[in-house]
């Protein structure tokens, strides 16, 4: 990065350390950070939509749909989500490629589980074996990020079906006394009202979401974990910049990293806790009112 | 080998006894479910272990955070926001790189008999889930201390009572009832914690690894996720109903002297996970 870094061996401390924390890797290491908040980006309105969907579900009056919204809702209850990270990694990829394997091959006559192996043909493997390394490395991480939704949109559903229960049951009767049907009732007065009883636990949700994602290490991701694992690993004289063993220290900058980001979570969301008591019929939204007045 | 064969051969293989090999090759259904049982013992170990001395350290945590005096409250209010506020996925990696360091950077003294079980997950892994549990618990007792009801404090001053005896006798119990049906929820995703500790820089000594530990091998090994990961799922549904019923039988004798309506049920909230 810098001129002088030319040949490390001669620096003093100060230069020698800007020109470690800049080298190629470390670069990789700080693009890593972007990884991460990138899964969080994609995977919270993604499992929010999840957790809609499922607590809809579970509301519903047609009985199988209301099952499967109920076995959704309940599925991370009693089973540690680390089981699911691991699990639907290997069983979505599966899927995948097995349904793509019946529309690619189906004249083929062998089984696709064959002991150990789990062989389909080379025209339905995604992606293609001849494929570049970096749409592997992207269908990983998209299928990482697919699990992370799924798996917070069962917690998401758990949170938006114990908020519309939440809504005062006498906001709906009066919609229903107003000739409004079951549709409408939902979308223009459960819905908007529940968003107040359902932030605690949306908020919640975050803050478990943010200290979820060191899990991504363990999907396969080169995560910062990973980069903190692969810098901090001590570096003989062969390397340019050799050290010790400092993986305490990298891991150490990263427990400070999610401490302030679960810090800087915790003032906006009490913000946006504030904002939304606004005007609402909740012990929150009362103690503004009074102290308006 | 028969399925009672397998029993004994696997049964007590997460604590080094019986078959030394695991399984390979084609693998049944009944080992599976014996070795990932077997797996379970680490769980309930740490579990167990964890919650049992950190519920005392949580309940001085959450006294010290309460209190007036500056230099008892800071240090706790520090500790539960370090570890609210970073996964455990980090702490155990720290927690584990600090004590496998520690023997190197003292150097001239050696202190390696010393720190070598802290670098093994059985001792070094539960302190990290003891520390850890003892600062979710100590958030939900400083809780509950707070909301306990003006008028038991003020009974409690018209008996003359004051000190440890006014703790003893009147804050502690109602603290405690008032924080169970959150606590409970944290003792199950506790339980649930205990199975990050083999994939986070922890060692598994020969291969004797906790539940998730061998479901992740078995499915590595036949690459078919559907059979190890239910065999976990339904030990873990089984484990947490057991805990559930417990806490509800510590938390019916917390309430026995309240009249029915106003007894705390223990509901599942899923809102404490790491």
């Known amino acids: 990065m810098f001129e002088f870094c030319a040949d490390p061996s001669t620096l003093d401390t100060f230069p020698w350390f800007a020109c470690y924390l800049t080298n190629g890797v470390h670069m990789l290491f700080y693009q890593s950070f972007l990884t991460v908040l990138t899964l ?29 919204g109920k076995l959704y809702t309940s599925m991370v209850r009693g089973v540690p989500d680390i089981a699911f990270f691991l699990f639907f990694v290997i069983a979505l990829d599966q899927a995948l490629e097995w349904v ?61 079906f114990g908020a519309m229960r939440a809504v005062p049951r006498a906001q709906l009767e009066t919609a229903e006394a107003y000739g409004m049907t079951r ?111 | 080998m028969s399925c009672w064969e397998t029993v004994q051969a696997y049964a007590f293989r997460s604590l080094g006894y019986g078959e030394r090999l695991l399984p390979r090759g084609e693998i049944s259904l009944c080992e599976q479910v014996t070795l990932i049982g ?8 740490f579990g167990v272990l964890a919650l ?43 927690a584990y790189f600090a004590l496998v360091r520690l023997p190197e950077e003292i150097g001239t003294l050696d202190i390696s008999w010393l720190t070598d079980p802290f670098a093994k997950a059985w001792l070094g892994a539960l ?70 500790v083999y994939f986070s820089g922890f060692p598994a000594f020969r291969q004797q690894g906790d539940a998730l530990y061998y479901a992740s091998y078995f499915a590595d090994r036949t690459f078919n996720p559907f059979v190890p990961y239910p065999i976990v799922a339904m030990f873990f549904i089984i484990l947490t109903l057991i805990v559930i019923t417990v806490f509800s039988l510590i938390n019916r004798h917390l309430n026995r002297h309240l009249p029915a309506e106003r007894r705390a049920r223990v509901r599942y909230r899923p809102n404490l996970i790491r």
């Open chain 1, 40 to 68: 969080l980006a994609i995977t919270a309105p993604v499992a929010l939509a999840f957790g809609f969907v499922g607590a809809a579900a579970s509301r519903s009056h047609i009985l199988p749909i209301s099952w499967m």
């Open chain 2, 52 to 94: 049992f001395f950190g519920f005392f350290f949580a309940v001085t945590l959450a006294v010290a955070k309460n209190s007036h005096a500056k230099w008892v409250r800071k240090p706790a209010e520090w500790f539960i926001f370090v570890f609210r506020g970073s996964p455990l996925f980090i702490q155990f990696f720290l």
């Open chain 1, 100 to 160: 793509n394997h019946q529309i690619q091959c189906p004249d083929w006559d062998e089984p696709i589980r064959q002991g150990a192996n789990f062989v389909v043909c080379q025209a339905a493997k995604i992606p293609l074996s001849s494929a570049p390394q970096w749409v592997h490395e992207v269908y990983n991480y998209f299928i990482a990020v697919f699990t992370f939704s799924i798996v917070f949109g069962a917690f998401a559903a758990n949170v938006l």
């Open chain 2, 127 to 196: 302190i990290v889930l003891f520390l850890n549990t003892a600062a979710y618990a100590g958030e939900i007792f400083y809780g509950a201390l707070r909301s306990i009801p003006k008028g038991d404090l003020d009974a409690a001053d018209a008996y003359g009572m004051s000190g440890f005896k006014r703790f003893r006798r009147v804050v502690y119990p109602t603290m405690l009832r008032l924080a169970w049906p959150a606590y409970t929820n944290e003792a199950i995703f506790l339980f649930h914690a205990t199975t990050l």
């Open chain 1, 183 to 293: 549709r409408q009732t939902f979308w223009r007065i459960l819905v908007p009202q529940m968003w107040i009883y359902a932030l605690p636990g949306l908020s919640n949700l975050w803050m478990i979401l943010i200290k979820a994602t060191p899990l991504l290490f363990l999907l396969g991701v080169e995560d910062i974990v990973y980069w903190a694992r692969e810098l901090g690993g001590s570096r003989t004289s062969q390397y340019a910049y050799p050290h010790p063993d400092w993986r305490l220290w990298y891991f150490l900058a990263l427990l400070v990293f999610y401490l302030g980001f679960t810090r800087v979570s915790e003032v906006v969301l009490a913000r946006i806790t504030r904002r939304l008591s606004h005007g609402q019929a909740t012990a929150g939204g009362d103690t503004q009112r009074k102290a308006a007045a």
């Open chain 2, 38 to 45: 077997s797996g379970m013992i680490w769980n309930i170990y």
